[in-house]
């Protein structure tokens, strides 16, 4: 039981490259959710998926894309980057939506020059 | 706006010293609470959670906060701290009627030998 993945944990892209972050769990959790974290201001939500074929805007969604295809994986991409893009960004799944508890996986660090 | 607020950046403390980190949430409705940690170089994970009932609520690893709804506050606490509680701690708030848990900025608590 793995948790909760994230691929790749680390990237340097250049300025409009583009990529897309994987997020895989194996829990059967129904919500899914991506995060940014920048220094001194916690974890903003980007993007978040209540199920399968689903997804919505968090607080931060601009730049950024999602789906959901299958329950288990939540695909995070960044069609042309941008040095403000520059974090680590973190995927969390839960069972139901708040108060159920979000697990993380460990982060992806990436960087756009 | 609802918004949590974490009133230490960093707190620096001896081994085996008690450690209060601050936590403050502006809400006129009903609110979940959360305290995460992130040890270095890995995801977060969840200490505590405060959703109704008794205001002391107790977590994993010592940990215990307490829910104060007249100081809309919720700080954690441990009574004697190790070094490998050093981490970064995140308190959370869920606002009933939001679809998204609201970071605070976090605390850096770094244990002196």
């Known amino acids: 039981n793995a948790g909760v993945t994230q691929t790749p944990k680390f990237r340097v892209l250049k300025t409009g490259q583009s990529m897309t972050l994987l997020c895989a769990q194996d829990?059967?959790?129904?919500?899914m959710y991506w995060y940014r974290q920048d220094p001194g201001m916690g974890l903003r939500l980007i993007h978040y998926?209540?199920?399968?074929?689903?997804?919505a805007k968090g607080e931060v969604p601009d730049g950024y894309n999602v789906s959901r295809l299958k329950k288990q994986n939540f695909l995070l991409g960044l069609e042309s980057a941008a040095p403000s893009q520059t974090s680590v960004y973190f995927c969390?799944?839960?069972?139901?939506?708040?108060?159920?508890?979000?697990?993380f996986g460990p982060g992806t660090r990436l960087t756009v020059l | 706006a609802q918004s949590v607020t974490q009133l230490d950046s960093q707190v620096p403390v001896f081994e085996e010293a008690p450690v209060e980190l601050r936590c403050n949430y502006s809400s006129s409705v009903s609110v979940y609470l959360f305290w995460y940690v992130q040890y270095p170089n890995q995801g977060l994970q969840l200490l505590l959670k405060?959703?109704?009932?008794?205001?002391l609520v107790k977590g994993i690893n010592g940990f215990e906060a307490e829910f104060n709804k007249s100081q809309t506050s919720f700080h954690l606490r441990k009574p004697s701290v190790h070094i490998s509680d050093t981490a970064e701690y995140f308190c959370?708030?869920?606002?009933?009627?939001?679809?998204?848990?609201?970071f605070g900025q976090g605390t850096r608590l770094t244990i002196n030998p």
């Open positions: 969390a799944s839960s069972y139901g939506g708040p108060p159920d508890t979000q697990y």
């Open positions: 959370a708030a869920f606002i009933q009627g939001a679809q998204k848990l609201v």
């Open positions: 405060y959703l109704s009932g008794s205001t």
């Open positions: 998926s209540v199920g399968e074929g689903t997804t």
């Open positions: 829990m059967n959790h129904e919500y």
